[in-house]
């Protein structure tokens, strides 16, 4: 697992015609929420390289959480819009002192949406062709998760299971208090 600045698209589509067509797929992991808005965070740029992924989530008459849409615009992409936020913005339980803040990630949601994107690598795999995964810092963002939680997911779920993952971040959007690594982690 390695982490990268910069915008993922222009770093993957760079790559993608270094191999043969089919042999390279890049996976492109992100999160989508239960009531279909589509309208900020890495969607916009998402939905301006492949419109598809966008028509397919907002297509769906029902989001359930834990369900994962790939999406495959061509041979050398797959898109995997995995429902684990629940609505948009906090919710709030509790009064007063003892009223708690709940982000929009479920975390349950998104270790099943991550297990069905491991299947799909590697099931590639298993057909001879070069997975990996390149994704945003999803779920920290505006679904508001833990991005140091997150990360032990992608590790274990995806990292060690020999799936290649490079998780690709902008500086102006990093959850608080992180800092990124240098190189492999």
Not at 55 to 72: F, G
Not at 135 to 152: H, R, S, T, V, Y
Not at 158 to 174: A, D, H, R
Request: net charge positive.
């Amino acid at each position: 697992m390695k982490y990268v600045e910069g915008d993922l698209f222009k770093h993957i589509l760079k790559t993608e015609h270094v191999y043969a067509k089919g042999e390279l797929v890049t996976i492109i992991p992100h999160v989508c929420n239960t009531i279909g808005a589509w309208g900020a965070g890495f969607v916009i740029p998402l939905a301006n390289h492949f419109p598809e992924a966008r028509e397919s989530y907002l297509s769906m008459k029902e989001r359930p959480l834990a369900n994962t849409v790939l999406i495959s615009p061509n041979d050398d992409i797959l898109i995997a819009n995995m429902i684990a936020q629940e609505g948009v913005g906090p919710t709030f339980k509790g009064k007063g002192k003892n009223q708690k803040m709940i982000p929009p990630i479920r975390y349950e949601a998104l270790e099943t949406c991550m297990l069905h994107v491991q299947e799909a690598a590697l099931h590639m795999q298993k057909e001879g062709k070069k997975p990996r995964i390149a994704c945003p810092m999803f779920g920290a963002g505006l679904a508001g998760g833990d991005w140091p939680k997150i990360e032990g997911m992608i590790r274990t779920l995806w990292s060690e299971k020999g799936i290649p993952t490079t998780i690709y971040y902008l500086p102006q959007f990093l959850p608080p208090g992180w800092t990124p690594p240098k190189g492999e982690v």
